[in-house]
């Protein structure tokens, strides 16, 4: 029985090295490729926003070579910052690196891999960290310039992305810099939860374009699942307009916790948009005891109410009355938008019209 198994494994050992030797060293061959490098971040153009004036930027790349790596550059504005010379696998190095101290302008990051036949590549990328910015106004918590620059849609104060619904888009016509463009069906959010203080304030310009005869302009209105076309306003807030082609007006609904509270200018919160093609600047203030709208500085409605409740408030809508104020149809509105700001107190008059210098 012994010499049967014993021979059983042989044959077995033979069978499964037939031809081939696993453990046979290769030649590594003529090393005659340069070696390649890939820069996955920061990729040309990036635009670094964070609240920081000095912030870490974690570099990430892979350098590969036919043969062997010898060593690996990581160089910031000329400056060598890193050098790899150990890899654990000798052809293929994936890395990062965190380098802590990135001040703020344009910069030029290379890679350089060199392999041991000193054989050398280089790719090289140009980045810039914007300076942060700065609230200019007492009370100011979001900031969004709309600006294509940033690529998004963002808020320089807590330099966060808005949430984008369909595809808006930029436009080069605008009061300063870029704007936001309307599209049918699509809008902005955002998260609201550090907005829903005693008071709140925003400020904007705004072209219009009448058509659609309605649309939601801001609103932070509550859910309404049970709803087919919500339309709970016992919280929250709601600006919209509706009208004609010769009369859009104007319209803030507050909810102060049990009902809602009306703040229609009527004529004074109109426009005539085949008259006014340009720019206006609308601003809404809400406190503990009234509220108002104002249209280019002046006082457009005002009066007073038991203050605004923000139950199952949690999210900002730019451009549209949806997802949760949509029963009148007041839905994505095609006008421009610039110089969103957002304040945690009620804005006088006087700083209404400070804005608008």
Not at 240 to 262: H, I
Not at 315 to 340: C, K, M, Q, R
């Amino acid at each position: 029985m012994n010499k049967l198994i014993y021979g059983a494994m042989v044959l077995a050992f033979v069978a499964c090295n037939d031809g081939i030797d696993p453990i046979t060293p290769v030649a590594p061959g003529e090393d005659t490729a340069a070696p390649a490098v890939n820069i996955t971040y920061p990729l040309e153009g990036t635009k670094v926003l964070v609240k920081e004036e000095v912030a870490p930027i974690t570099i990430k790349f892979e350098s590969t070579d036919d043969i062997e790596i010898q060593k690996i550059d990581v160089m910031l504005d000329g400056a060598t910052i890193n050098t790899y010379t150990s890899f654990i696998d000798y052809r293929r190095a994936v890395l990062s690196y965190t380098y802590e101290t990135l001040n703020n302008g344009p910069h030029k990051l290379e890679i350089k891999t060199t392999d041991m036949s000193n054989k050398s590549t280089s790719q090289v990328v140009n980045f810039e960290k914007f300076e942060p910015y700065k609230t200019k106004y007492d009370g100011e918590i979001f900031y969004m310039p709309f600006d294509a620059e940033y690529a998004v849609f963002l808020d320089l104060v807590s330099v966060k992305e808005a949430t984008k619904v369909g595809n808006p888009t930029f436009a080069t016509e605008a009061k300063a810099g870029q704007s936001y463009s309307g599209i049918a069906g699509d809008y902005l959010t955002f998260d609201a939860t550090d907005m829903v203080n005693d008071e709140f304030s925003a400020a904007f310009w705004y072209k219009i374009n009448a058509t659609p005869d309605r649309s939601g302009i801001l609103t932070i209105s509550p859910p309404d699942p049970a709803a087919s076309k919500p339309n709970k306003r016992t919280s929250g807030f709601r600006l919209f307009r509706e009208g004609s082609p010769t009369k859009q007006t104007f319209k803030l609904n507050v909810g102060n916790g049990t009902a809602d509270d009306w703040f229609d200018g009527g004529d004074a919160a109109s426009i005539n948009p085949a008259v006014t093609t340009g720019w206006v600047h609308l601003a809404i203030t809400i406190s503990q005891t009234k509220a108002a709208v104002y249209i280019n500085g002046n006082l457009a409605n005002t009066n007073t109410f038991g203050g605004v409740d923000w139950t199952e408030c949690t999210s900002l809508t730019i451009g549209s009355g949806a997802p949760n104020f949509v029963e009148w149809d007041h839905l994505s509105d095609l006008s421009l938008y610039d110089e969103l700001r957002i304040f945690n107190k009620a804005l006088t008059q006087t700083e209404v019209q400070a804005l608008m210098q």
